[in-house]
């Protein structure tokens, strides 16, 4: 399985982001998949999951302002980003698991490439 994310860039205070999370040698229901941020010197956050039924599970630092969503499909996986905040400014990565409720990093078997996110004061 192999995971290319895509979408980062640079946006000021309050604006929106969508991440794309393309999935090849699986099928995005088939899998558990989340994403992931890291900030300098900082430990890996996790964020956001989406697994069977499409049920979701989000961290506090982002509920109500991120939407993860999956596209069966294109077999992709959003990462909507709403209302961004300086301390959003990170590395995001996409990841897969086998495991349905899986939040932490060691519970994920995939991961992809990061994609920087920069969020201007």
């Known amino acids: 399985v192999q995971l290319q994310a895509s979408g980062g860039g640079l946006v000021q205070t309050g604006g929106s982001l969508r991440l794309s999370c393309a999935i090849s040698?699986?099928?995005?229901?088939?899998?558990?998949e989340g994403w992931f941020r890291q900030a300098p010197g900082k430990e890996r956050e996790f964020l956001a999951r989406?697994?069977?039924?499409?049920?979701?599970y989000y961290a506090d630092s982002v509920k109500g302002r991120f939407t993860i969503s999956r596209d069966n499909a294109k077999n992709t996986v959003y990462l909507q980003m709403n209302s961004l905040r300086p301390e959003d400014t990170a590395l995001y990565y996409c990841?897969?698991?086998?495991?349905?409720?899986?939040?932490?990093?060691?519970?994920?078997?995939?991961w992809g490439q990061g994609t920087q996110v920069t969020v201007s004061s």
């Open positions: 989406i697994g069977n039924g499409d049920n979701t």
């Open positions: 040698g699986g099928t995005v229901r088939s899998l558990a």
């Open positions: 990841a897969a698991s086998h495991n349905n409720v899986a939040i932490s990093t060691h519970a994920y078997n995939y």
